[in-house]
C-alpha cells in the first residue's frame, strides 16, 4: 500500500509555462518533505513543511501542505529547464523518524 | 556542515556473489542512519534504520543485511546476490536533536548479473 500518492507521475511541459504536481495521503504528517532527485544522484532536499495550511518559497517553487496535513502540493512558476527532475514527497509521523514516500513527480521542462 | 558518503559510486556483480556497501557520515553525532533501495517506478523502499551503534531494525525481509559498527558508519551487506538486489542504493541520516527531515548520500547503482 503506497501510503503517499503523487500525481501525475509524469508531466512534460515547455519551458516559461506553469505547473502544480500534488501529494496526497490518507494519513495525517507531523511534517512533510519535499526533495528533488536528478538520475544517478541521491535527492536534494527543497523543503519542509510543518504547519497545516503553511506556504513556502523557495524562489520560483511554492510548497503549500493542506489544511488537515494529509497533502501538499508544489506549484513552479515559469518553468526552466533545471526545474527537470523527480520530485519527492515523503511524509514523517509524530514520535517517529521513519519517512513515508511517494513514487515521485517525474517533470520535464522542454527549452 | 554535515556531509555524507556512499562507497562504491556503481558496482557490477554476478549472481552469488558478497556485497558491501559502506555509507559515512561527517559532521555530526548520533545520527539516526538509514539505507534505501529505488528501484524504477517503485519509490523508496526502506530497507533498515539505525539509532546507535549496534541497532539495526529490518522494515522488510529480504537478502540483505546491515550493521553500524561506528556512531557513523552503516554498511549493507549480502551474503549471495540475487538478481532481484538490483537498484539504486541511498543511504540517509537525520540528527538526533533535529528530528527532521532526512538527507541522503549519493547513492550507489548495484547491476547483478
Known amino acids: 500500500t503506497q501510503l503517499l500518492e503523487q500525481s501525475p507521475q509524469f508531466l512534460s511541459i515547455q519551458e516559461g509555462e506553469n505547473l502544480t504536481v500534488y501529494c496526497n495521503s490518507s494519513s495525517v504528517f507531523s511534517s512533510l518533505q519535499w526533495y528533488r532527485q536528478e538520475p544517478g544522484e541521491g535527492p536534494v532536499l527543497l523543503v519542509t513543511v510543518v504547519t497545516g495550511g503553511e506556504v513556502k518559497k523557495l524562489k520560483r517553487l511554492t510548497f503549500q501542505f493542506g489544511d488537515a496535513r494529509k497533502d501538499s502540493s508544489l506549484h513552479i512558476t515559469a518553468a526552466q529547464p533545471g526545474d527537470t527532475g523527480l520530485y519527492l514527497c515523503a511524509g514523517s509521523y509524530y514520535g517517529n523518524n521513519r519517512l513515508a514516500f511517494g513514487k515521485g513527480n517525474q517533470v520535464v521542462v522542454i527549452p | 556542515s554535515q556531509t555524507i558518503h556512499q562507497w562504491p559510486a556503481t558496482l557490477v556483480q554476478p549472481v552469488g556473489s558478497p556485497l558491501s556497501l559502506e555509507c559515512t557520515v561527517e559532521g555530526t553525532s548520533n545520527p539516526n542512519l538509514y539505507w534505501y533501495r529505488q528501484a524504477a517506478g517503485r519509490g523508496l523502499q526502506l530497507l533498515f534504520y539505525?539509532?546507535?551503534?549496534?541497532?539495526i531494525s529490518s522494515e522488510v525481509p529480504q537478502n540483505l543485511s546491515a550493521s553500524r559498527p561506528q556512531d557513523r558508519q552503516f554498511i549493507l551487506s549480502s551474503k549471495k546476490l540475487l538478481l532481484s538486489d538490483s537498484g539504486f542504493y541511498l543511504c540517509?541520516?537525520?540528527?538526533?536533536?533535529?528530528?527532521?527531515?532526512?538527507?541522503f548520500g549519493p547513492g550507489t547503482r548495484l547491476t547483478v548479473l
Open positions: 540517509a541520516w537525520i540528527g538526533r536533536t533535529s528530528g527532521i527531515p532526512q538527507f
Open positions: 539505525s539509532v546507535g551503534i549496534g541497532q
